[in-house]
């Protein structure tokens, strides 16, 4: 055998190669397709129906936003709910919607290294904010009162799951969950919608994301550990720390 005609064999067998380990995988694509398809079918429907009625709602649903180090961002309204479909059998469905309001959030904030990360933060969140320097210590931080939510559902093709993400439905921040097809129903959707409206809801319990009552425990004491080394820090340095606060406080309403 030629040199030729072995290295042609080697390429018609890796060609071969490539084209069963692509058919494996579009049997298994196909298969998670097809037990996937009803449920995100379920969440358009309930989705659409759910964007539709809140849409016509004249009633109000309020919204507040607790922020560490800075205080409550609300109340805020819910509004403009908008549901987007993706194109294809094995795409996804997401809701749309802003909580908006008149007032924003201004907060005093000691170093320019901790303003600068809080605003990091919030803008990461999707938060329009603004950093004024107030004095040579203090910055004031401006966070505009509107919070963008989404939930979307999307198929993981490789898991056979639905992958459900909330971006700041409870609070500020991104949760993930991998939801089985078979217990993506109304209920679940249902409890989502509590959510939405602001209401308990059973959603931590169906998704299993409650802790049980060790782990609560245990979070309970790392908690009270964490707030006595807190206060603790606070009682040492509470002078070196309020006195920039308290001079922006005196430039800015006391004019002096």
Not at 21 to 26: F, G, K, L, N, W
Not at 32 to 61: F, K, M, Q, V, W
Not at 72 to 78: E, I, K, M, R, W
Not at 203 to 208: D, I, R, S, V
């Amino acid at each position: 055998m030629g040199v030729l005609e072995r290295l042609a064999g080697e390429v018609r067998a890796a060609q071969q190669r490539r084209e069963a380990e692509d058919s494996a995988e579009a049997r298994r694509a196909g298969v998670s397709i097809a037990r996937l398809s009803p449920a995100l079918t379920c969440a358009t429907r309930y989705l659409d129906d759910l964007a539709g009625h809140l849409n016509a709602l004249e009633r109000r649903i309020d919204a507040h936003y607790a922020i560490d180090d800075l205080g409550v961002l609300g109340p805020l309204q819910q509004e403009s709910f908008t549901v987007t479909r993706a194109d294809g059998q094995d795409a996804g469905v997401r809701l749309d919607f802003a909580c908006t309001g008149r007032v924003p959030l201004l907060c005093p904030i000691a170093g320019h290294v901790k303003a600068e990360a809080l605003a990091r933060d919030l803008r990461a969140a999707g938060l329009a904010c603004r950093l004024n320097p107030a004095s040579d210590k203090v910055m004031e931080l401006r966070v505009e009162a509107r919070v963008p939510v989404r939930i979307d559902f999307a198929p993981d093709l490789e898991r056979a799951v639905v992958q459900l993400t909330l971006r700041n439905l409870t609070g500020l921040g991104v949760q993930h969950y991998h939801i089985p097809a078979e217990r993506l129903d109304e209920e679940l959707l249902d409890a989502l919608a509590h959510l939405v409206l602001r209401e308990s809801s059973a959603f931590a319990q169906l998704t299993g994301s409650v802790v049980d009552d060790a782990q609560r425990e245990d979070l309970q004491r790392e908690l009270a550990r964490e707030t006595r080394r807190r206060n603790a820090e606070l009682a040492g340095g509470l002078r070196s720390r309020l006195f920039p606060l308290a001079e922006w406080f005196r430039r800015r309403f006391l004019g002096g």
